[in-house]
């Protein structure tokens, strides 16, 4: 099921995405996101969002048409910093360099951008950037859970670039006003449930800027698992249900690192996950003083 929260005249609507004649559309429900992943297992808000989904027909509004929020509101968004292994040598063991533990930071509310929203480049910013990830969307509340239980608390899977101001970031030892410009987490366009996404040690990552791949890594060479991910963070603070916690990014190949340039106003990013969809975000300049 893809579950999507649409901006409407009404305020913010939760939907399902249903293929209907080669066309998306949306069935839109009155339960929120969080409540019909939260009913994974089964539930009401589940059932109706079924019930929803098979309702759906031409009549129903097309994905295209409609302006997309996050599609859940988490009370806060986890990140991984490095989480995938680099190409080694025959021979080299791969582990050989693992940290022990994942780096975390987090990004603010304030970050939080959906796959409608355009993303603003701050005036002071000079080297933006951006990093294509698998996010994990919590259902169940997680607190001190075992590995063997981790995945039992994840509701889906969905897309978070995670945009960063590298001279923000490098002048200091907090990666904080770095990662937390406005709009500078885009989320989506949808969550996939865990009944009908793949295997999230196993899909390839990629991200297009201007046409061109500049990322292309498979999960399977992630240091730390979703599961191990969501254990571990749970030993620390209570996970809630719509919770986002994003899985890291892999390297740019060789030739976008030799040919990197900061991002600027009119830049287009995709980050594309085999199984979960794309997401592509527009960024673009201040508004002029004044508006």
Known sequence: MRLVTVRTDAGARAGVVVEVEGTDRVALLEDSVREVLG?????????????????????????????????????????????????????????????????????TPNTLAGASDDVVIPAGAVDADYEGELAIVIARRAHEVSLDDALDHVGGYTILNDVSDRAWQRRQSQWALGKCSDGFAPLGPWIVTTDEAPDPQDVLVE?????????????????????????????????????????????????????????????????????????????????????
Do not use: W
């Open 39 to 107: 009913a994974a297992g089964g539930g009401a808000a589940r059932q109706r969002a079924e019930e929803a989904a098979a309702s759906a027909d031409a009549s129903s509004p097309a994905l295209a048409e409609l302006t997309l929020a996050a599609p859940v509101t988490p009370s806060k968004i986890l990140c991984l910093g490095y989480n995938y292994r680099g190409h080694v040598p025959d021979g080299v063991d791969p582990t050989a360099d693992d940290p022990e533990f994942p780096d975390v930071f987090v990004k």
């Open 207 to 291: 991200v297009v800027r201007d046409g061109v791949v500049t990322v292309s890594q498979s999960t399977s060479t992630t240091i730390f698992s979703v599961a191990f991910v969501v254990h571990h963070l749970s030993q620390v603070m209570t996970l809630e249900p719509g919770d986002v916690i994003s899985t890291g990014t892999p390297q740019k190949l060789p030739e976008a690192q030799a040919s990197h340039r900061p991002l600027a106003p009119g830049d287009a990013v995709t980050v594309r996950i085999s199984g979960i969809g794309e997401l592509t975000t527009r960024f673009v300049a201040p508004a002029p003083p004044g508006r």
